[in-house]
Nanobody
Framework: QVQLVESGGGLVQPGGSLRLSCVASGSIYSIYAMGWYRQAPGKQRELVASITSGHVTDYADSGKDRFTISRDNAKNTVYLQMNSLKPEDTAVYYC????????????????WGQGTQVTVSS
């Protein structure tokens, strides 16, 4: 069973920075894409950034030029560096893995982590 575990969330002042990490564990052969989503209270979950195994990235406009997603394929780990944080960035941030293949050729479309809280407040 493949699982995702996020870390790195916390409380930060506006203009500050945080780095989120997500580690995928299990008997993994490949993960096509990994990404970060966020959900604020009373709002729908939205894409923040994603990255493929070939390191092609995609960013939502809200994080463009402030956030950087990166990936270590050998470690099955994805990171999100968040700079110049704003109060509107406050949300639970979730890690996602898309098109996961295990060593036994089991395929899973989407796997989600449990989420990590990011609070931006003065």
């Amino acid at each position: 069973q493949v699982q995702l575990v996020e870390s790195g969330g916390g409380l930060v002042q506006p203009g500050g920075s945080l780095r989120l990490s997500c580690v995928a564990s299990g008997s993994i052969y490949s993960i096509y894409a990994m990404g970060w989503y966020r959900q604020a209270p009373g709002k729908q979950r939205e894409l923040v950034a994603s990255i493929t195994s070939g390191h092609v990235t995609d960013y939502a406009d809200s994080g463009k030029d402030r956030f950087t997603i990166s990936r270590d394929n050998a470690k099955n780990t994805v990171y999100l560096q968040m700079n110049s944080l704003k109060p509107e960035d406050t949300a639970v941030y979730y890690c996602n893995a898309h098109s996961v293949v295990t060593m036994t050729m089991e395929h899973t479309d989407y796997i989600w982590g449990q989420g990590t809280q990011v609070t931006v407040s003065s």
